[in-house]
Each structure stands twice: as structure tokens, then as C-alpha cells.
């Protein structure tokens, strides 16, 4: 069965840093590309970040770049993103999703980011 | 970024009825469309990819259509468990993209 589950979530002050992971299972985890998504209330569903199967090259959305950092790490079945100089409006559910290149086949429960002081 | 529409935003149906949602790009994708269906506290589910191909262990009920700028998702029997809210998404450039959403209410 295929599992992701994500952890790092949590509350941070405006211009703070959290690094979120994402545990996967149940699958060649290095055979996929994988991505960050995230979700609020007000905006709905944002991809956020992709990454190669070798982690060759990534992918952004415009607000995060040069902020946030999508990585892997393959012999730890592991997907990574830090955030960095974090903003109110990145308040959001992250998921972690299997995909990016294509459809995103799989996603994890999510967990929660809010920026607040 | 390429712009994704969805219509209605909420829908009201009935146990039975037939139900078809619309999403529109803002520019050709030719057929670089997923549709997700997503429950309340739940992830999305990935239903339909390639804009008509089904996933793995959707039940035969969905279909996905169109190409370039028009799609549409179609229900054709709806059932309990179908209700929840219904994102498309771009995958034809980087930025992906998802449309707003459709709440498929009980009426």
C-alpha cells in the first residue's frame, strides 16, 4: 500500500524557517518525481514545488522561489522542503504528492503551516 | 501561468442523477488534465488523467473528455460516496495549475 506522511508542520513567526518531510512506503520511491502541494481556505489547491526522480532538477512556483527548497534523499525513501523567510500567505495545508512531471498519483494527509506572531 | 476555470462552483444533485462538470484553460494543454476529487479533512484523490484515462480503481462511473481548452467530468450515475469537491489541474507547463473547485452538494 502506498503511504506518504508528512511531519515538520507547526506554528512560525513571519520570516521564520520550518523544513517539512515526507516519509513514503509501498512503492520504488526513487522511480518517481515528486512535488509539494498546498491548500487554503482562500486560495484552493497550489503546487508549491517538484523534484527529478534523481533530484537533478526542480521546479517552483514563482512566490516560493528562492525561498523554499524542495530535496530527497532515495536511500531514505524521504522527500524534504525547506521553507525559509516564511510569509503570512504561506498558511497552508502541505501535502506531499508522488508525481509532477504527470498527474500527481498519490498524496499524503497533509500538514499544517501557519505563519503568525 | 495558464488560468484554470471550473464551472459550477457548487452543484446540487440528487442520488442517480447525472452530473457533468466543466473546466477551461486559458490557453491549449492539449490533453494535460487531472481531475481530483477531494473530501473534507481528506487529500485529493487523483480520478481521471491524459483528460479521459481512467485511474486505477475508479469506478467506471467517471469520465473525463476534452482537449486544448474545453473538458468536462462527468458522473454518470451519482452515488453517496460522490459527494465531496471536484479540482481539474494543468500539467502542460510548469507552473501546474488546479481549477477552484466544484462542491457536488446532496440536494
Known amino acids: 500500500e502506498v503511504q506518504l506522511v508528512e511531519s515538520g508542520g507547526g506554528l512560525v513567526q513571519p520570516g521564520g524557517s520550518l523544513r517539512l518531510s515526507c516519509a513514503a512506503s509501498?512503492?520504488?520511491?526513487?522511480?518517481?518525481?515528486m512535488s509539494w502541494v498546498r491548500q487554503t481556505p482562500g486560495t484552493g489547491l497550489e503546487w508549491v514545488a517538484t523534484?527529478?526522480?534523481?533530484?537533478?532538477?526542480?521546479y517552483y512556483l514563482d512566490s516560493v522561489k528562492g525561498r523554499f527548497t524542495i530535496s530527497r534523499d532515495n536511500a531514505k525513501n524521504s522527500l524534504y522542503l525547506q521553507m525559509n523567510s516564511l510569509r503570512a500567505e504561506d498558511t497552508a495545508i502541505y501535502f506531499c504528492?508522488?508525481?509532477?512531471?504527470?498527474?500527481?498519483?498519490?498524496w499524503g494527509q497533509g500538514t499544517l503551516v501557519t505563519v503568525s506572531s | 501561468d495558464i488560468q484554470m476555470t471550473q464551472s459550477p462552483s457548487t452543484l446540487s444533485a440528487s442520488v442517480g442523477d447525472r452530473v457533468t462538470i466543466t473546466c477551461r484553460a486559458s490557453?491549449?494543454?492539449?490533453?494535460?488534465l487531472a481531475w481530483y476529487q477531494q473530501k473534507p479533512g481528506k487529500a485529493p484523490k487523483l480520478l481521471i488523467y491524459?483528460?479521459?484515462s481512467l485511474e486505477s480503481g475508479v469506478p467506471s462511473r467517471f469520465r473525463g473528455s476534452g482537449s486544448g481548452t474545453e473538458f468536462t467530468l462527468t458522473i454518470s450515475s451519482l452515488q453517496p460516496d460522490d459527494f465531496a469537491t471536484y479540482y481539474c489541474?494543468?500539467?502542460?507547463?510548469?507552473?501546474?495549475?488546479f481549477g477552484q473547485g466544484t462542491k457536488v452538494e446532496i440536494k
Open positions: 504528492a508522488s508525481g509532477g512531471n504527470t498527474a500527481f498519483d498519490f
Open positions: 509501498g512503492f520504488t520511491f526513487s522511480s518517481y518525481w
Open positions: 523534484i527529478r526522480q534523481d533530484g537533478s532538477a526542480n
Open positions: 490557453q491549449s494543454i492539449s490533453s494535460w
Open positions: 491524459k483528460a479521459s
Open positions: 489541474q494543468q500539467y502542460n507547463s510548469f507552473s501546474r495549475t
